[in-house]
């Protein structure tokens, strides 16, 4: 696979690592899905920091793991110096060999541009492969985005849905798009996933500043905090249990084959 110029929005590669690591915990589950064999060659599209990279590999596959941010694969590279990770986008993978499996976990969701990613995604599979993902579903942290979008018209915003990087599509438009390109869905599901997040009170800042960075982009530093602090009394009565938060995750988790 040819090597592309890094994504400039770069991620902080050791917040997600040390502050959110259930999004590769929570997708170990979806490696039963996948069902890696030795010998198979199977490409992890949006692979982080590696971890999921590294459990396909202990299957006996071999993997390569590839992410837009620079940043994360730098780190994934130093976490797993035996495996191959590189910059690449997922709508418009330059490749030099076929797949038998393309695996995502958490990553679709930041591609809008569904049909390219699908596409791409299709040209890299061998005939008969499959491709595993499971990413945010329509209602994903809905209450968090009516949050951030109340937060950001009382700063003086009159369009904030403007700044709102995430796709969430249902089940019926994602099984569509996928077949529209040649793929066959064979299993689907939309599921609620309350998802604890890590270091208590501050457990929403650290998750807006890692994931909700494109809603700050034209906000002063004062301005961000007064947003953080509106959109955390917003949620406080409905999201905050126990002295932890919980984002209101809704998850697709699908199985499609490249026939």
Known sequence: MNQISPSKDNWNA????????????????LLQWLNPKPGEL???????????????????????GIDSAATMIEKARQNYPSLRFEVADARDLQIDKLFDAVFSNATLHWIKEADAAIASTYQALKPGGRFVAEFGGKGNVESIVQALYM??????????QAFNPW????????????????????HAILFPRPTVLADGRAGIKNWLEMFARPFFTNLSAVEQAEVIRDVEDYLKPTLYK???????YRRIRILSIKV
């Open 167 to 186: 796709y969430f599509p249902s089940i019926s438009k994602y099984s569509n798009l996928l077949e529209k390109q040649g793929f066959e869905v064979t």
């Open 42 to 64: 199977i490409l992890d599209l949006g692979c982080g920091t590696g971890q999921l990279a590294a459990k396909i590999a202990e299957s006996g596959a071999e993997v390569m």
């Open 14 to 29: 050791l917040l997600y690592e040390n502050k959110h690591a259930f999004v590769w915990q929570y997708g170990e589950d």
């Open 242 to 248: 126990n002295h932890v938060w919980l984002a209101d």
């Open 151 to 160: 937060a950001l018209e009382k700063t003086g915003f009159s369009r904030p």
